[in-house]
């Protein structure tokens, strides 16, 4: 599902990509928390990273992954509590759903290294950092994502 | 409040710091009745004068002032500012408390907080909360975090000019205001009084307090605090920034002839703490640490203390013996290397101070709770019930009973609220 | 009867938006313009009043948000601070005092995730972009409602050392039920291996005598020894742990001198396990003593050097006169003390252990410990030379330092070490009958190498956590860098685990000592009072919530949720007849969202965490020329 029209959609149709954006789906029992100590820790990475506070990145459907791509959004990292996910078997099942994004992003033509999934703990400085500009260095070099002008609908329904 | 009114309580927490807070927020939770009293015009302590906090360097007041605002605004607690406390009474399960509250020469329910006083106010003083080094007005809130957020008049500095009063949009300000008592009738009592630095008058081998640019912790504090006198580190004779900065540990600490035998605990990680705040400041200065020992023990503390070392702090074994001025507002700092190079004199533009550390409240003549030799509040079960006084129903908490960091007052305040809780319902309350 | 499908879509985006940013006192406004970034949020779509303030978090902060509330003035609030986890509580609380719903609000993390790692116009514009995506989802939240349930007035209490009594004492005098579980046969823990502690040189076991009395005595507490907690479930107020109680003889552990013995033999002949429901879990499983590796400091190469543990043991069995220390028959004539091994380790100086790892932090206790024993030692045998080996004397706490006067009138000799010159300790071949010599740099005598024969060596072996994996991970605990279980945070919520209704007392947090412990544990037990003594709690409302209009009855749901029984499909009556419709049950809901993604037809969403709130956040960080107007 696209975002409603209204207002603020209007308002947005003017869109122009300034900066290679990298959008990141922290957990807020784990990943969240890293990214704020490597705050706390005053370690500098690139600019331009936003992250989401999620609770669990299993609640984004495919379509979301497509939809930030064509939105402009130029990479994403899923930063999840790994195995150590405070939801019995999310992690497992994110997994398999990125798996056929993966699938997705082929056939559109999308790079899948725009798409990283990792696993990040509350003191894992270091990782973070070597996730962040790894992608950083990826989003510079392919730029923002264009989709091929004859895209097939992207399918809503999960494969049963 | 009025004169002679008396109130009713589960528990007084006496001093507002953030031990008392802590204690005050863990008995509210339970649905206790609260009241804290304080000595001060705002709660806080001295933990909301601090720049940041060690080992997470978190800005001290973002840590303190949720926990003064949640205590200001919490059901159960009241709060009772500028107060002393005259008499503390306990007797078979019940204290009783005599307070005087002060005179703000503010009426405090008037007073909207809008400062148009402090700005009308033609007297500048040396503001206490900046650590001297800059003006405040006579009339003012004490400092931008301050809880509550009442004006209060300066009798000593005011010349009664008659400005303040004309131009308060509410009428609150009363150069009349007499003192006046009142009184609390609680179950328990936790005492958080906290502590207080020595001076450096009445040191002659620092100088007397007669050295310029030789400071004290606290002041350093502000120096490097987010809403600092100077907004930057400038040494107070003449504005310059300093290059070369030294620390002196145990400067009243662990030395019988200055009257403190014992160790002040937290000033070594809060001179490591400012000697990195101070690099990041100024990143091309020299910063040396004079130490016996440095006790980094609490959790995360070593890590802390080995990031300063890497940073390239300097950390000099040494027994500072003498502090002079010496030319051009230098500070020569004569002590014995402990290197092998025997005594040695290095200057430094500006010198630090970690002194030594005083109870903040002495209960003589107000309430029988003992205290030990060391003038803090003695506790009969140290180990397995640290926050027990000599006196049931009276707990204590925090640096009250002895030198204690904020993670290390904290827990003990929470402790000191368990027990206090436990002995409101064993008084069947 | 108005057609709900047309209320919905007649529900607007709040227009009423209050963005509050804050200075931080210089910690943010030093490198993001504050200014800057309240004129772009004034013009974000919705927004209908953007402040600034150097605290947010004060008291006068508070006060602006509460104003714009109660004067209608917004209906949403934006806060742009620090991380959320340190001021989220805060600012729910102030806009709770103004009357409103607390879950209108949403953060932006300006500060840990921009002007801590940033600098310049970058940290401005990313700033921008963060309030933006704030105000974006701030625009489609919706008040909610806390979930109440019941709270068990019971707590458990996991470890039966100091910390672990302290804490099931005070619970139980606050009035609820406690269970105490302990693995081994008996109550006492790690102390239970000292004679006296440092520094008052009280018996230990008359401690943990006292402690142990008022547990078992007291009728609210069931001690459950030779236990261990096999499973976990539940959630915060109604934990339910899966408690299995072996019959291992108390042979099959070492007993100390100190610990009590609860349960004289083995009552039942079979294992037993046990369901226990509880309200909260306050978890003391303490330390174990450090075990220094073959060969550090001579350690397993030469039977003459022990670790403090050791010796204190062999210390309090010592049965001789004279003023010469007798161990074993051995006189010992001369000793060394050797600080800090296994403790204060340096990246690039110490060996790391096999799993790459060092341990960075001080142990705390063993300064006061070792210069305790030194002092017993000296007091008892003035003949005994001592020989103290150290890096820094901790000796920090109240009575501590006098210890260390002590022990240097007492004729201990001190002699000072770098970490980066740590002394030797190697077999004596100068032809003496000492067996032993210690090598040090003294850094205290111009650093000049001395040699000292020895006939003892002692190492004042730390702390290390304790093994507690199986409960890290049964109960997914944080745990820090040093091993130790991890705090929310060390002064805000300092005995708190990121787990709700999960406690930490004494040394499974940190290395501490005996009254570090129990105020350690009695602060745990006042945070678990506060939890539960009303018999209720509140819980966070993020759970599923289905649009029954939208809901076309597929069960993908239901077959894609996480939690047993928290989707469950229904018969509904509707204007179509009798239709299938799923149903969340909330108190089960975990709130992980996996069965939003799975909905064919978005009728699922996550109440507080909507997808549709993660989209507007998307749209707003892409759309470029909302900065540059």
């Not at chain 2, 908490?397 to 305040?413: F, M, N, R, T, Y």
């Not at chain 3, 030093?30 to 303030?53: I, L, M, Q, S």
Request: glycine share 8%.
């Amino acid at each position: 599902m696209l975002i409603t029209e209204n207002l603020t959609r209007n308002f947005l149709m003017a869109t122009t990509v300034q900066e290679n954006k990298i959008l990141i789906l922290a957990t807020e029992s784990c990943a969240y928390p890293g990214a704020d100590s490597v705050g706390q820790a005053h370690s500098s990475y690139p600019a331009n990273t936003y992250i989401l506070r999620v609770r669990a990145p299993v609640m984004f459907p495919e379509r979301f992954y497509l939809d930030c791509f064509k939105k402009g959004i130029s990479g994403i990292i899923i930063m999840s509590c790994g195995e150590e996910c405070p939801y019995e078997g999310a992690y497992h099942a994110m997994a398999k759903r990125i798996d056929r994004v993966y699938q997705m992003m082929k056939k559109l033509d999308i790079d899948i290294r725009r798409l990283r999934i990792t696993a990040i703990c509350t003191v894992c400085n270091r990782p973070f950092l070597k996730e962040v500009n790894m992608m950083n260095d990826i989003v510079q070099e392919l730029g923002p994502p264009v989709l091929k002008e004859s895209q097939p609908p992207v399918t809503e329904q999960e494969p049963a | 409040m009025t004169d002679g009114q008396t109130i009713t309580c589960d528990a007084l927490v006496v001093g507002g710091g953030i031990a008392g807070l802590q204690s005050a927020l863990d008995l509210a939770d339970q649905d206790f009745s609260v009241v804290i009293i304080e000595k001060d015009l705002s709660i806080g302590g001295k933990m909301i004068r601090l720049s940041k906090v060690f080992p997470t360097l978190d800005c001290s007041s973002c840590i303190t002032t949720p926990k003064m605002a949640s205590a200001a605004h919490h059901k159960n607690i009241t709060i009772y500012t500028w107060c002393d406390l005259k008499e503390l009474t306990s007797n078979k399960g019940s204290v009783r408390a005599r307070v005087t509250q002060k005179p703000r020469y503010v009426d405090q329910d008037k007073c909207i907080g809008c400062r148009k006083c402090e700005y009308s106010c033609p007297v500048y003083v040396p503001d206490p909360e900046q650590g001297g080094f800059c003006a405040t007005k006579a009339i003012r809130i004490p400092f931008s975090n301050a809880i509550p957020q009442t004006a209060a008049l300066d009798p000593e500095s005011c010349m009664l000019c008659g400005k303040c009063e004309k131009i308060c949009p509410t009428g609150a300000v009363d150069y009349f205001q007499k003192p006046f008592d009142f009184t609390i009738e609680a179950t328990t009592t936790i005492l958080s009084t906290g502590f207080e630095m020595t001076t450096i008058e009445g040191k002659p081998q620092y100088g007397d307090g007669k050295v310029p640019n030789v400071v004290t912790a606290l002041q350093m504090e502000r120096l490097l605090a987010p809403h600092g006198p100077y907004n930057r580190v400038l040494r107070p004779s003449d504005g310059m920034e300093p290059d070369s900065i030294a620390f002196v540990q145990c400067a009243g600490s662990r030395d019988k002839s200055m009257g403190i035998p014992y160790c002040s605990r937290f000033c070594c990680m809060y001179a490591i703490k400012q000697a990195m705040l101070l690099s990041g400041a100024l990143p091309l200065a020299d910063i040396y640490i004079y130490y016996m020992d440095i006790r980094a023990f609490g959790k995360g503390y070593e890590q802390f203390y080995q990031t300063a070392k890497a940073m390239g702090i300097g950390f000099i074994k040494g027994k500072v013996g003498r502090i002079e001025e010496a030319e051009n507002g230098s500070v020569a700092v004569r002590f014995e290397a402990q290197d092998g190079t025997g005594v040695t004199t290095e200057n430094h533009d500006l010198v630090v101070l970690s002194l030594g550390v005083l109870p903040d409240w002495s209960p003589e003549g107000i309430c029988s709770v003992s205290t030990a030799e060391d003038h803090f509040i003695q506790t009969v079960q140290p180990s397995i019930g640290p926050t027990l006084t000599s006196r049931q129903g009276i707990f204590v908490a925090g640096a009250a009973s002895g030198p204690k960091d904020i993670v290390d007052s904290i827990s003990e305040a929470g402790a000191a609220a368990m027990e206090a809780s436990n002995y409101i319902i064993a008084q069947g309350k | 009867m108005t057609d709900p499908k047309k209320m919905k879509k007649n529900k607007e985006k709040s227009e009423k938006i209050g963005v509050y940013i804050c200075y931080c006192g210089g910690n943010i406004s030093d490198h993001v313009d504050v200014e800057k970034v309240r004129e772009a949020a004034e013009k974000f779509p919705g927004v209908a009043v953007a402040r600034t303030n150097s605290f947010m978090c004060s008291d006068p902060g508070q006060e602006l948000i509460i104003e714009d509330l109660k004067n209608g003035v917004v209906d949403r609030v934006v806060v742009a601070s620090c991380a959320p986890s340190l001021h989220e509580n805060t600012f729910r609380s102030a806009i709770t005092r103004a009357g409103a719903n607390p879950y209108i609000y949403d953060h932006a993390n300006i500060r840990e995730q921009v002007s801590w790692v940033l600098h310049g116009d970058k940290a401005t514009y990313k700033a921008e972009k963060l309030v933006a995506a704030a105000t974006g989802k701030a625009g489609l939240l919706e008040p909610l409602d806390p979930i109440r349930v019941n709270a068990r007035k019971h707590a458990t209490v996991i470890g039966g050392g100091i910390a672990g009594l302290k804490a099931a004492r005070v619970l139980a005098d606050r009035g609820l039920e406690v269970v105490l579980i302990e693995k081994t046969p008996f109550l006492g823990g790690n102390a239970a291996g000292l004679d006296t502690v440092a520094p008052l040189g009280e018996q230990c076991s008359a401690l943990i005598a006292e402690l142990a009395k008022g547990v078992l005595e007291h009728t609210a507490i069931t001690v459950l020894t030779r236990s261990e907690v096999v499973g976990f479930n539940g959630y915060v107020g109604n934990y339910n742990l899966q408690v299995k109680t072996t019959l291992s003889s108390s042979s099959a552990f070492d007993k100390a001198a100190g610990h009590v013995v609860p349960f004289e033999g083995d009552n039942a002949d079979t294992p037993t396990e046990q369901n226990v429901k509880t309200g909260a879990v306050v978890l003391a499983t303490g330390f174990r003593s450090y075990q220094p590796k073959t060969g550090e400091y001579g350690f397993d190469d030469h039977r003459e050097v022990l670790t403090l543990p050791e010796f204190i043991k062999q210390l309090s069995e010592v049965n001789c006169s004279g003023d010469i220390l007798e161990l074993n028959g051995r006189k010992i004539r001369a000793m060394a003390v050797i600080h800090c091994v296994g403790s204060r380790q340096i990246p690039g100086i110490h060996e790391e252990d096999e799993n790459g790892y060092l341990n960075e932090y001080c142990s705390r206790t063993c300064c006061s410990s070792i210069l305790h024993a030194a002092n017993t030692v000296k007091e008892q045998f003035p003949k005994t030379n001592i020989y103290d080996l150290y890096r820094d004397i901790r000796t920090y706490g109240r009575g501590q330092e006098e210890l260390y006067d002590r022990a240097a009138r007492n004729r201990v000799v001190f002699l000072r070490f770098e970490a980066g010159n740590s002394p030797t300790v190697s077999a004596n071949d100068d032809g003496s009958d000492y067996a032993l010599k210690v090598t040090i740099e003294d850094g205290l005598t111009f650093s000049e190498e001395i040699e000292v024969p020895v006939d003892l060596v002692v190492l004042a072996t730390g702390m290390e956590a304790g093994d507690v994996s199986d409960l890290v991970s049964m109960m997914k605990l944080p745990v820090g860098t040093d091993k130790f279980l991890q705090e929310v945070h060390p002064k805000l919520a300092p005995v708190e685990m990121s787990v709700s209704g999960i406690f930490l007392a004494g040394t499974a947090q940190a290395p501490m000592n005996i009254s570090e412990a129990c105020n350690g544990a009695a602060a745990a037990a006042v945070k678990t009072a506060s939890l539960l003594s009303k018999g209720y709690l509140e819980l966070d409302p993020y759970v599923a919530a289905v649009d029954q209009d939208l809901c076309r009855g597929t069960g993908a749901c239901v077959d894609a949720c996480l939690a047993d029984g928290a989707l469950e499909m229904i018969d509904a009556e509707t204007e179509n007849g009798t239709e299938k419709k799923a149903r969340v049950v909330p108190a089960l809901c975990l709130g992980c969202g996996a069965c939003v993604a799975v909905c064919p037809t978005g009728a699922i969403d996550l109440k507080g965490w909507s997808l549709k709130q993660y989209e507007a956040m998307v749209d707003m960080i892409v759309a470029d020329e909302l900065i540059d107007i």
